[in-house]
């Protein structure tokens, strides 16, 4: 008998890549390490009797550059993570005993879409715009959808078409926009697993205020204990039309980390 996953793979799948690239000199929080790619060994370095030779890199980055995501190791409150952990306790050693991005389980999920800059008539949304949940109503009931408890909602913003310009899409002096705690407290209560949206932040980035607070983080991550994805890139997505998927997503098992780079997947159904 065959099974029903196999044989809707075998229909046909359409795969719509969610990541950006990464590469040296990205945009990157100025909170975390950038990312960098060097070759240690080049094609001609060294070369086999048989004429062939071998390339290779080592790459330094951040938990937290490019599409990642966050494990609820990465934010504290008074001392404490998700669940009442103490923080310093858990990170002794160096590494993190609980709560690690080593402990998130690979997704598989449904997803849902919310354009927010489709509902205010924009393809990018203002800078420093805090999103509401009147935001986040508007734009399920115009797609139809529903955020459902397990799954996972994506929020576009329209910030990635700024990707290529790092002064830009940081937004040091602009602000960036992004969610605000009721729009957070309103995700907590729709019970997803997980958050995203195509900013470097998440939340909502007053102008030159930075990341000095974070408020956002500590109610989807340590009151709730829902990952946040950050740096995503919906172009394919908002092509598409698409508003419901199947989301798929997977760490690196990093153990004892705080963050991931990730390279998540929204999987359709083919087009007829």
């Known amino acids: 008998m065959t099974d029903p996953l196999l044989a809707a793979v075998r229909a046909g799948i ?15 929080s100025p909170n975390h390490p950038g990312f960098r790619l060097s070759l240690t060994r ?9 004429g062939s030779s071998a390339a290779s890199e080592m790459i330094v980055t951040g938990g937290h550059v490019g599409t990642h995501i ?7 409150h008074e001392g404490r993570l998700f669940g009442g952990a103490d923080c310093m ?6 590494v993190f005993s609980e709560l690690g991005v080593d402990t998130i389980a690979p997704m598989i999920r449904p997803g849902v879409f919310l354009d927010i800059a489709a509902l205010h008539d924009t393809s990018r949304l203002d800078p420093g715009y805090g999103i509401t949940p009147q935001d986040l109503e508007g734009a399920a009931e115009t797609a139809g959808v529903r955020v459902e408890a397990g799954g996972v909602c994506l929020i576009n913003t329209g910030w990635s078409s700024l990707w290529d310009d790092t002064t830009a899409y940081l937004g040091v002096d602009s602000g960036v926009p992004g969610l605000t705690e009721e729009a957070a407290r309103w995700l907590a209560r729709q019970q997803v697993i997980a958050a995203g949206t195509d900013t470097t932040a998440f939340e909502q980035i007053p102008p030159r205020r930075g990341h000095a607070v974070m408020p956002v983080h500590r109610i989807l991550l340590v009151e709730n204990g829902i990952h946040i994805i950050e740096h995503l890139r919906f172009d394919e997505l908002v092509d598409r039309g698409a508003t419901e998927f199947v989301f798929v997503l997977t760490p690196l098992k990093i153990v004892g980390g705080t963050g991931s780079p990730v390279r998540p997947l929204a ?6």
Not at 19 to 28: E, H, I, S, V
Not at 70 to 76: Q, W
Not at 89 to 94: E, I, P
Request: net charge negative; with cysteine; hydrophobic share 40%.
């Open 14 to 28: 359409e795969v719509l890549d969610l990541a950006q690239p990464l590469f040296n000199g990205m945009p990157c």
């Open 42 to 50: 080049r094609h001609g370095d060294m070369v086999r009797p048989d």
């Open 70 to 76: 966050d494990a609820l190791a990465h934010a504290s």
């Open 89 to 94: 306790a858990a990170q002794t050693g160096g």
């Open 267 to 272: 999987l359709l159904g083919a087009r007829s």
